[in-house]
């Protein structure tokens, strides 16, 4: 693979679609796409203002709280009144539990660690939305992302990283369909928070000082606690990496992930272990030490590109997590199903189901589904036949 045909503009210059255009504007009563109603306003667009519903009629009192709940479509409409736009809910229940909710909960069953907003970025806001706004004769859909809308020398849209490196949400955009890249608007991709928050102020929006949600939308509480509710216990062993033995017990490996090391309940408590590998098909928890859990590289399918395939650098960089920094990768093999990438460090405990995402700077290349990377596992022993009280670590 060579280098990009098309480099990254050293200034990159936004793109501005032409106001008066009809755009249908995602709003989550939240501050961001708030302002992001009021800023499209400003710039001469005609803006329609939308909330997805995937709240249950049945939804727990604990679930859906803090963004897409019944008070927060109160408050975006409220916002959109404001603001001067017709708003709308639209119901999209039944895409949610098939394309988020069901998936999440399989992921978990396969010894896997999915990451929902992806999934909810890519089929249901940035695939059905955008479907739904060309029904509603809207060219464009614009959301709160602090994303940037860049378009290149040859008029080519690209993502970039947002201007907010603390709020840059380009991570969860990676699977958004290529050919859509030019109907979608970001107006706070060039702003920080503070910025945001200053703007919602000034223009008197009741949800200038709204805090943001950290969780995950449809979890209540802790998200153990929402697995165990759906996939049922079953009791098996840990064991150690090096030798095969029976170092522990556990209730399912759908309540571990990799990496981890507090909680294990070892019989050997005191020793520091770290999940290595988990596999749903024996019922094994496996564990061992820090440089058992390091990554020389990965694997990922279920890929979607922003570039074309023959574009993709040789030399580029991945984020393996959200909430961590992008790192130095060489592509081994590309197509149109996956890649594999040599790290030019080894990596801590990358996580199946996780996503892999790929960056030339700070333009968004695409990604694909972390893949399991399954160590060489020695013959498991047979446990000892007076087995010692499981103990917290």
């Not at 249908?24 to 519903?53: E, H």
């Not at 999440?104 to 970025?121: H, K, L």
Request: glycine share 8%.
């Amino acid at each position: 693979m060579s280098a990009p045909t098309s480099p990254v503009p050293s200034v990159p210059v936004p793109a501005v679609p032409a106001a008066g255009e009809r755009v249908l504007c995602a709003m989550s009563g939240g501050v961001d796409s708030s302002v992001t109603a009021a800023l499209l306003k400003d710039q001469g667009y005609q803006v329609v203002g939308a909330m997805m519903r995937f709240w249950p009629d049945d939804k727990r009192t604990d679930t859906f709280d803090s963004c897409c709940s019944p008070d927060a479509a109160y408050e975006a409409r409220r916002v959109a009144e404001q603001v001067g736009v017709p708003f709308y809910l639209l119901d999209y229940r039944e895409q949610f539990q098939r394309h988020i909710v069901g998936p999440f909960i399989d992921e978990y069953s396969r010894g896997r660690t999915p990451n929902p907003c992806v999934n909810c970025n890519t089929k249901v806001k940035f695939d059905e939305l955008v479907k739904k706004a060309k029904m509603l004769g809207c060219r464009y859909v614009a959301t709160g992302h602090y994303v940037k809308r860049v378009e290149n020398a040859q008029g080519d849209v690209e993502f970039h990283r947002g201007d907010d490196p603390r709020k840059d949400q380009t991570y969860f955009l990676w699977g958004t369909p290529r050919d859509a890249l030019p109907y979608i608007l970001f107006p706070v991709g060039e702003l920080e928070k503070p910025q945001v928050r200053q703007i919602a102020e000034e223009r008197g929006l009741l949800t200038a000082q709204k805090p943001e949600s950290q969780n995950i939308c449809f979890v209540p509480g802790k998200v153990q606690d929402f697995v165990a509710e759906h996939i049922p216990e079953s009791q098996g062993f840990i064991r150690e990496i090096s030798s095969g033995e029976v170092v522990g017990e556990h209730l399912g490996t759908q309540f571990y992930t990799l990496g981890q090391k507090k909680g294990l309940g070892l019989y050997q408590s005191h020793r520091v272990r770290h999940v290595v590998h988990l596999a749903p098909d024996t019922n094994t928890v496996w564990v061992g030490d820090y440089d058992d859990c390091l990554w020389t590289g990965l694997k990922a399918q279920s890929a979607n590109y922003l570039i074309d395939l023959t574009d993709l650098p040789d030399e580029l960089e991945v984020q393996v997590r959200y909430r961590t920094a992008p790192v130095k990768a060489r592509v081994v093999r590309a197509d149109e199903n996956g890649f594999e990438l040599a790290f030019a460090d080894p990596q801590f405990a990358v996580a199946p189901g996780q996503s892999a995402v790929l960056y030339a700077g700070p333009r968004l290349l695409g990604g694909g589904l972390i893949e399991d990377h399954v160590p060489t596992l020695p013959e498991a022993k047979a446990p000892p036949k007076k087995r010692p009280a499981v103990l917290l670590s």
